[in-house]
């Protein structure tokens, strides 16, 4: 490989300690677990109370309880088949070389982001803070986790753009079944091909940009400097981009993880439309969800509200009825929701106790 991962190994366990993290990030606190909590109470309350009585659906609680009790127990089933994917997912993009990430850490440390990015609102900024806070521990260094971390997201993230490319355009042609309009199918799908021409053009960044710029700003005083300042940037784009090309060029099985993560939670969503009498069309499914899932990056708590408020939106805009499709997401939500939110808890605290042993074993 290239760039970063040819000139960064992972560093030595003393390498990666820092006094001030011992205790980790200050993501999960108890004050701001309770205010978490006492938000994501509010916005419950208000998604599913106020909501579908604005809808006209008076006893949405009601309605939930009528669902198929098998297809629901089947959907939280998927889900924590959805938490392995990425489990496995994470081991190998993140394992290689180093012992420490085994598959016990590979699945603590997700699961401890799952519980901080149920804190902190912002596009899963806290599950980010608590995988590098993790990584860091493990001891690698700070360019390799920037690294690394752009090439897990750029496998996780090509299979989202991939099927909102396909859908989209299936969609559009009349090649899958379920119709739908322009701004649905067509821009959507532009959209995503047009993300993932630019993520694959930063794999033809030099891998020395880093050190052209640096020769740049020897010659050219203060805008040297400020180009230099950014230079890193681009560099570590490149090089998690090439790397997470290497990994796929060497048909890493755990890569699968990526299509298991996205596939069997989106199989949870048609499970719910099946539980309570309704089939959308395969195509429409996907499309509806990768659109709704938008609604994660509006600074909401956990993420409650933008969601729902995206899939429903969607799946109405392909022709559901809106009582189906609020009774289908809600019943979604609150297994994707929940069910992930007390293992991920006992996850941190599991990762917390790990990594006290890794300090142990370097002291």
Known sequence: MS??????????????KRPSEDEGPTVITRKRLLLAMGLIIIALVGLYFLIPKLAGLKQTWGQLKRGDPLSLAIGAVLEMLSIAGYAALFRTVFGRGVPRIDWRASLEIPLAGIAAIRLVAAAGAGGVAVTAWALRRAGLSAELIACRMVASLVLQYAVY?????VCGLGLWLGIFGGGGSTVITLVP????????????????????????VERFAQRTGRLGKLAKRVAKAPETLGSGVRTAGELVKQHRLGLLGAVAYWGFDISVLGLCFHAFGSTVPVAVLVEGYFLGTLGSLLPLPAGIGGVEGGMIGAFVAFGSHASTAIIAVLAYRAISFWLPTLPGIVGYLALRSTVRRWQEADT
Do not use: H
Not at 161 to 165: C, I, P, S, W, Y
Not at 195 to 204: E, P, Q, R, T, W
């Open 161 to 165: 753009l991939g099927a909102l490319t």
């Open 189 to 212: 799908a532009v959209l995503a091909a047009g993300l993932v021409a630019a993520i694959l053009s930063m794999a033809l960044m030099p891998s020395d940009i880093e050190q052209r």
């Open 3 to 16: 760039g970063v991962e040819d000139r960064v190994k992972p560093s030595g366990p003393s390498a990666a």
